[in-house]
Structures are given as C-alpha cells and as structure tokens.
C-alpha cells in the first residue's frame, strides 16, 4: 500500500507522527507532503523535529494569505504533485485550509481518499475549520473518525457506510511523549517555574483574536486569574495584539513564542490548568487530567466535558480557582480511545483498498 499524506499546520504534524511510524512498522510506502501552510520554524521545523517526523518528500512552500489565496495556491501545487506520486489513498488530517485542499484536488482526479478525524462538529459555521470539516467528510471515501459522537454526526449526514471508528491518535502521541517527558522532562523556557507551575494558555481562533474589544476582554481576564498563566502566543495573536495595541506581557501573564510537544505536552501535564481555544489542547488537558477552561461557545470534543473536566467560558467569567482546584473522580472512561489508533488507523485503510 502506498499513502500519501497532506499535512500543513501545526495540529496536523502531531498526528502525522504516530501515523508515519504505523504505516512504516506495517511495512508500507509513505509519502509526506507539506503544504506549507505553517512555515515559521517553530511552527514547523521544531515540531518535526521534535516529533521524530522524516523530512517531507515535497514542500509547497504556499504560506499565509486569505482564505482563497491560500486554498487554491494549495490546489494547483497538490494537483500537480497527485499527478506526479501513485497512491492507494491520499489521507488527509483535521479541518485546516491544507484538509480540504488536499481532499478536493484528489477527489477531482479520482484519488481516494482518507478522512482522518472525520466526523467532528462544532456546529459553528463562523469556524472556517467547521465548512473544512463537513466538505472534506462529504468528498473523503474513508472516514476514520475518533469517537461514537462522531460515528453518531457521520451517520446523521448518510455517510455512516463509509465511516469507522478507530479512535484518536492525538491520545497515541500524547500518552507516548508523556511517558517520555515524565522519565525526561524537557528543558522548560524561563516562564516556567518547575516548584510552582503557572497556568497554560493560548488563544488563536479568529474569533477570539480578529475583534480588538473581545481580545483585550480575553487578556484582561486571563491577567485578573489568581495563578500566575504561562501564554504560549500563536503568531496571529502575537500580530492581532500588536494592531490593536493590547499588551500581552503584563503582571499576571508570562508570554512565550512557542514550545515543542514535548514541553507542550510536560506543561499541560503539571499545570494547575488550562486556559484555550484550541480543539487538541482541551483534549490533551483531558487525556493528561489537567482541568481546563475552554474560551469558546461550544467545543467539537464533548466528551471532555464530563465531570467538569473542561469547561466552555467563552467570555472567561467562571471562577478559575474552582475549576481547577475541584476535586474530580480519578477513573474514567477511555472516549478517544486506548493510544492504538494509528494502527487502526492503518488497519482501516489496508481494509479499504
Ligand atoms: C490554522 C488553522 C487552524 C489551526 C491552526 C493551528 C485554518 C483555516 N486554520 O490557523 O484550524 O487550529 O492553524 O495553529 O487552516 N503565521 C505565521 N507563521 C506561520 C503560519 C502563520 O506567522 O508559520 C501567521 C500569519 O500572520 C498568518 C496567520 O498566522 O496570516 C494565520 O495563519 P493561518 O495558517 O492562515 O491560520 P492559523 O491561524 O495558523
């Protein structure tokens, strides 16, 4: 068997990782392909590096740009390069620009196609990554979804016979780098006291960055918590504040550029808590038993929501000392899965061709 995968943006590096290393330990061909949709290098090369990832056997070096821009630059660069590589399936990760470009230049010329993490919904339509979930599910004709909830959206929008539950792989790559870092803990920026961990946060989503007045709200708020917050800064909020003014590093807020997933992965593990808009750090909070606090209307994971493990606050109003210092039911179930997803993953495919 021989997959193609497309990847572009920092998320979708993490689940290329464990399943690079499953399609190889089952002895098929992989090529990797790298939209250049992320290219600082602590967006991309770090984590590569980080992660063990191969280097990409092709990158389209398409960078930032507008919705448009940025889709067809893809769309012309992954035709081409579709035409140039055979593949049983072109497997396709998350709900990035590089998702559906990637699903749409394939299927046009009738390439099959892998859906991996189909099936979620935030049934927000502001989300661009909500319109790049639904078409890349609808085009895909293997969708490898996470969890039941998932299963149960793909069955409500007819495509339960193309569809199969394998699990996360964000819990294969979470749980093996924590067992790593717990062994090892990597080298921590400054911002990071060891004896006291501060809070994590980040914010990136364009509807929490895009409007001058609801950043500073979210900054302020995330200023006035009784912890001290380490703010990972994506570059669209590093620029986002800039424009508008607004001060990220202020008392109560240490902001760091960027960190491996490792450090990622070894802060959110001994944070008091969390504080973010992003799908895979509410998850990974979850799966590491970090409490968190989810600066959004609605999430895409719900099952993170149990036992007030997560908490949505779109307006950051609940009271963060309680969140996180609430006492919560050790056991529970296992929603995304046991960490063997990227073999089932692989499994799904093989039994696809
Ligand atoms: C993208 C994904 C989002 C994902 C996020 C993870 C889409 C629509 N959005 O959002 O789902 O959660 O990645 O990080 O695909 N920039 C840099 N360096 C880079 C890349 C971007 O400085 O390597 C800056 C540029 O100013 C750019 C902005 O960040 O315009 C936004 O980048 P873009 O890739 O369009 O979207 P993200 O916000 O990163």
Known sequence: M????VVG???QFV?????DRAIRAAGHEHVIIHTGQHYSPELSDALWADLGIPQADLNLGVGSGSHAEQTAAMLTGLERAFEAEPSDWVLVYGDTNSTLAAALAAAKIHRPVAHLEAGLRSGNRRMPEEHNRVVTDHLADLLLAPTDTAMGHLAHEGLASRAVNVGDVMVDVCLAVHELTEAAPPEMPAAWNADDPPVLATIHRPDNTDDPARLGMLID?????PF????VAHPRLVAKAQEAGIALDRPGILPI????YSQMVHATAHAPGVVTDSGGLQKEAFILRTPAITARTETEWPETLVDGWNVIDPDLLVDAR??????RPASRSYPFG????AARAVEALIAGL
């Not at 708020?221 to 918590?225: C, D, E, P, S, T």
Request: hydrophobic fraction near 55%; proline fraction near 9%; avoid cysteine.
């Open 2 to 5: 021989r997959v193609i995968s």
């Open 9 to 11: 943006a920092r998320p």
């Open 228 to 231: 001290e917050v380490m703010l």
């Open 338 to 341: 046991r960490g063997d997803a």
């Open 15 to 19: 689940k290329l990782a464990p399943i």
């Open 257 to 260: 550029p960027s960190l491996t």
């Open 221 to 225: 708020r995330i200023a006035a918590m």
């Open 322 to 327: 309680a969140q996180f210092e609430a006492a």
